[in-house]
């Protein structure tokens, strides 16, 4: 069959790669470069597996801007566009979203939608009811950065919120492009799926800022994180994942979903939800605070992004942690290969990792890298694993 799926991000990317091992797709991007990257079957997105199946698998994939050819004959259309929070309306903006709707509706009408970005609770549902169109479905992603790819092939769970014939078939392309088998299948209605999307992410955010609590706590009393935690994690009941602390949650997902889902809790009594949202902004003041201490005149940023092997840095923790230490008055300079520019976010960008290191009183970064090795006494990390 011809699907189409709008947007080359993360998501948009990924599923576009797995169903087009059997089926014709058609991305729609707006980026020309992205686009034209994509047709030579180069990735603009660092993730191993994108990468190798676009150079080197046998894919029916064409990368295009124009709508008129991405709708034609189409027979689904998978919407994988951006849902950035906003502080304002304490809500996902959707416009993106229902823009793609409406594009959908004119150009294929009476093929079913797939929503694939993340969206408020009860959003499908409305979108339904406004649009008057029935074939609306909504799907969570549950990916990681920089693994897309690798788990929409080794998916822990496939949901598809809709219980018709045309989620069922969704369903089934999904599983037919996994490489595992026996893979969690669950069809829900379209609320509870967005639910489930938004629980999800932020149980895991919840865990993040329960083991860097933890890791603060060791800090403060001069204790030894590591032993801590692995006698905590060594109960199977709570387990030896997910547990490396850092300098907060970040990325494309998590600061967003757990803001959303405290916006839904609005006149629902809870106390967790709100606090796993406080967490992180508490943990990137005492990371600020505790660099402070040393009183550097100058601090190095290294690496903006969030995990290893990464080439996103959207949200990411340490620039909170930026944010704070200017508001101090200390001067940062910043080393990121994936910056082009002279200066981000006020500080100064060096290229030269040398002179970075040179320059830096105290540098400071996410996760350990073995280029700094040799200025280990200069570094600040809350990196306990060594682990992305």
């Known amino acids: ?43 603009h997105i660092k993730d191993t597996e994108i990468e190798h199946y676009l150079a080197h698998e046998t894919l029916n994939l064409v990368a295009t801007s124009s709508k008129e050819h991405a709708y034609s004959e189409t027979e689904m259309v998978i919407i994988a566009t951006p849902t950035n929070y906003d502080e304002v309306t304490n809500f996902f903006d959707t416009s993106l979203v229902e823009t793609v709707i409406d594009d959908a509706m004119t150009h294929c009408p009476g093929v079913p939608i797939i929503i694939k970005s993340t969206i408020p609770v009860g959003f499908t549902e409305r979108m339904k009811s406004e649009k008057q169109y029935a074939p609306i479905i909504f799907s969570p992603e549950f990916l990681r950065e920089g693994k897309a790819l690798h788990d929409n092939l080794y998916p822990s769970r496939i949901i ?23 893979v969690p299948v669950l069809l829900m209605n379209a609320t509870e799926a967005e639910a489930v999307k938004l629980f999800a992410n932020t149980y895991l955010a919840m865990r993040v800022a329960y083991f860097n609590e933890l890791d603060t706590y060791a800090e403060k009393f001069n204790l030894n994180t590591r032993a801590i935690i692995e006698g905590v994690g060594l109960d199977p009941r709570i387990g030896l994942g997910y547990n490396n602390p850092s300098f907060g949650y970040g990325g494309y997902c998590l600061p967003k979903d757990t803001k959303q889902l405290k916006a839904n809790f609005e006149g629902v009594p809870n106390e967790l939800i709100k606090a796993i949202v ?8 005492h990371i600020a605070q505790s660099i402070l201490q040393l009183s550097p005149k100058v601090v190095g940023i290294y690496r903006l992004t ?17 944010r704070r230490l200017q508001q101090a008055g200390v001067e940062l300079i910043v080393y990121e290969p994936v910056l082009r520019t002279n200066e ?15 320059e830096a009183d105290v540098i400071i970064t996410n996760r ?16 306990i694993f060594n682990e992305s």
Do not use: C, W
């Not at 981000?344 to 040179?358: H, I, S, W, Y």
């Open 1 to 43: 069959m011809k699907i189409t799926v709008v947007g080359a991000g993360y998501v948009g990317l990924a599923n576009a790669i797995l169903l087009a091992q059997a089926h014709e797709v058609v991305l729609l991007e707006i980026n020309e470069i992205i686009v034209s990257m994509l047709n030579q079957r180069q990735s």
């Open 160 to 182: 598809v919120g809709d219980t018709t014939p045309a989620a069922k078939r969704f369903a089934e392309l999904l599983v037919e492009g996994s490489r595992k088998k026996d």
């Open 278 to 285: 406080a967490a992180n902004k508490t943990r990137k003041d």
């Open 306 to 322: 969030m995990k290893k092997d990464s080439d996103n840095f959207r949200a990411s923790s340490i620039q909170g942690v930026m």
């Open 344 to 358: 981000f976010a006020g500080a100064r960008v060096v290229t030269d990792l040398e002179k970075f290191k040179a």
């Open 368 to 383: 350990q890298a073995v280029e700094l090795e040799d200025v280990a006494q200069k570094v600040y990390t809350r990196d």
